[in-house]
């Protein structure tokens, strides 16, 4: 049986990374493993930065925002010179297998590592979402938390205004930030690249909103790398009865103390993470289906895409 394993967070960090280093931490002690922390991701283990951590190391972390690791984006570990650097590393701490948390540029630094006789395990670990292998990541849930808590005090304002809120969200291309928490705000339009943008018709919906169904204000819900959100909103002051005033609500989606259902996601995701590279496997990616701890090949959650949520636009649509 292996004796002594590695776990890092690389790409943008998540809210509950802390949570699963110390769930892979305690559970692998739990089963007899020793292991090591490296810093900055894949980075870190190029250069050798590792440091063992004892159940005392992970102490206090569980509702911690950020990565206590730390995480970067190395676009260099695609060159085997890199990776076999990488890979001198971990023996030199004699570590047989990692645990890595983060999306999918992350899997695909594990499965190279997993080809090179390196055990790898992925965990997913984004606020976007958008990792087609699970129902969710870690980190999700508490940017969707941050998210409504901020336009429900965009709300506040704006109807005191009788203002529109154009709000641009993270996601990464994927559409589930914004839809869900156009669900849970109430929003008046969502935007994502799954439901188009065209500004005609929003306008000519705002417009419905503002002379026929009498509303003093509007949230519309933007996914990020669609629009420029200041301009647009100077639009909708220039073409509907609104005022329109833009908010970025950017990086403060990434951090904060995660929620209790993403420190559950992170609990068990470590947990089954170390279960399955003390049984030998590698070149996997850990996920949750249907409220189910499930395992599946990286190779397939990179070649898989998440559909469109056609339930959620529906739901969405009837209730605004
Ligand atoms: O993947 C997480 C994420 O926050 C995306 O939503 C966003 O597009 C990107 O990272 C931002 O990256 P950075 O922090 O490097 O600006």
Not at 67 to 80: N, V, W, Y
Not at 292 to 303: T, Y
Request: charged share 25%.
């Amino acid at each position: 049986m292996i004796k002594k394993i590695g776990v890092l967070t690389s790409g943008g960090d998540a809210p509950g990374m802390n949570a699963a280093i110390r769930a892979v931490v305690r559970s692998a002690n739990a089963l007899g493993l020793t292991v090591y922390g490296i810093q900055d991701g894949y980075k870190g283990m190029v250069e050798g930065r590792i440091l063992e951590l004892d159940r005392f190391s992970v102490s206090e972390t569980l509702g911690k925002g950020g990565t206590i690791l730390g995480t970067a984006r190395l676009p260099e570990f695609k060159e085997e010179v890199v990776r076999k650097r990488a890979v001198e590393q971990l023996k030199r701490f004699g570590i047989e297998a990692v645990i890595v948390i983060g999306g999918d540029g992350t899997y695909k630094g594990a499965l190279e590592l997993t080809k090179m006789g390196i055990n790898c395990i992925g965990i997913p670990g984004t606020i976007d979402n958008d990792i087609a292998s699970t129902d969710f990541s870690i980190g999700f849930d508490t940017a969707l938390h941050t998210i409504v808590d901020a336009i429900d005090k965009l709300r506040d304002t704006s109807s005191s205004h009788k203002r529109c809120s154009v709000v641009e969200v993270m996601g990464n291309r994927c559409e589930d930030l914004a839809l869900w928490a156009g669900i849970s705000t109430g929003a008046e339009i969502v935007v994502t690249l799954k439901s188009g943008f065209d500004e005609d018709e929003i306008f000519s919906r705002l417009n419905y909103f503002h002379d026929v169904r009498k509303k003093n204000h509007a949230i519309v819900i933007i996914s990020e790398k669609i629009t420029d959100v200041e301009q647009f909103a100077k639009k909708v002051t220039k073409y509907t009865g609104f005022d329109g005033r833009a908010t970025v609500l950017g990086h403060v989606q990434r951090g904060g103390s995660p929620t209790p259902f993403d420190r559950i996601l992170a609990s068990r995701m470590g947990d089954r993470a170390v279960e399955l590279l003390v049984e030998g496997v590698g070149g996997q990616c850990v996920g949750i289906i249907n409220n189910k701890i499930v395992n599946i090949p990286i190779e397939q959650a990179l070649e898989t895409h998440r559909a469109s949520n056609k339930e959620l636009y529906k739901v969405f649509e009837r209730q605004v």
